[in-house]
């Protein structure tokens, strides 16, 4: 059974980078069946997609971050890292690190399982 | 972006009780492949989402046979037949077809 598990500081200045880990664990971060995902939280809000990644590197973004969003992968740790600069108060949320699995036949992410616990990132002076 | 709209946004059931969500997307959500990229979560309390449904109409492995999911095009519903105490928690929708991935608000489902 894969596990995922976000790690990295739970409160970022204003302006500056907000940056988190998820470790994958229980198998590998190349199996073909998977890309890896970043989905977040804000309180009391509903759930927003971030990005994913693939073993190989491939990235798909959302546009309403995409300008200050890096995903990256690391196969030799099994992990794979978000960093979101220019950070605001909006930025404030519970991050969740999650497994997308792959349909071959439309080349789609087709659901999340299993997802990490998540962290709680805070924006704040 | 395709956007996901979910009624009602809360719902409080009696033990034993059928419940249903509605879920609509902007857009269709079938691909020209014949499958249909819609997924539901549930978020218990403390918890980090769990997949309940994809594909419309496909239980995960391990979800209990009192949860289905149905629809087409841009209509979907969860139905869960037997509401039981552990099944509260918020449950959304999501839609896969096309980036970005986007989710419904949610349903709050609690127990009367």
């Known amino acids: 059974q894969q596990q995922l598990q976000e790690s990295g500081p739970g409160l970022v200045k204003p302006s500056e980078t907000l940056s988190l880990t998820c470790t994958v664990s229980?198998?590998?971060?190349?199996?073909?069946?998977?890309?890896w995902a970043w989905i977040r939280q804000p309180p009391e809000k509903g759930l927003e997609w971030i990005g994913s990644i693939y073993h190989r590197g491939n990235t798909y973004y959302n546009p309403s971050l995409q300008s200050r969003l890096t995903i990256s992968v690391d196969t030799s740790e099994n992990q794979f890292s978000l960093k979101l600069s220019s950070v605001t108060a909006a930025d404030t949320a519970v991050y969740y690190c999650?497994?997308?699995?792959?349909?071959?036949?439309?080349?789609?992410?087709?659901?999340?399982?299993?997802w990490g616990q998540g962290t709680l990132v805070t924006v704040s002076s | 972006d395709i956007v996901m709209t979910q009624t009602p946004l809360s719902l409080s059931v009696t033990p034993g009780q059928p419940a249903s969500i509605s879920c609509k997307s902007s857009?269709?959500?079938?691909?020209?492949?014949?499958?249909?990229?819609l997924s539901w979560y549930l978020q218990k309390p403390g918890q980090s989402p769990q997949l309940l449904i994809f594909?419309?109409?496909n239980r995960f492995s391990g979800v209990p046979e009192r949860f289905s999911g149905s629809g087409s095009g841009t209509d979907f519903t969860l139905k869960i037949s037997r509401v039981e105490a552990d099944d509260v928690g918020i449950y959304s929708c999501?839609?896969?077809?096309?980036?970005?991935?986007?989710f419904g608000p949610g349903t709050k489902v609690d127990i009367k």
């Open positions: 999501m839609q896969n077809l096309q980036y970005p991935f986007t």
């Open positions: 594909e419309v109409s």
């Open positions: 229980g198998g590998s971060i190349s199996s073909p069946l998977y890309y």
């Open positions: 999650a497994r997308l699995r792959y349909d071959f036949s439309t080349g789609l992410g087709n659901y999340f399982d299993p």
């Open positions: 857009e269709s959500l079938l691909h020209r492949d014949g499958k249909t990229f």
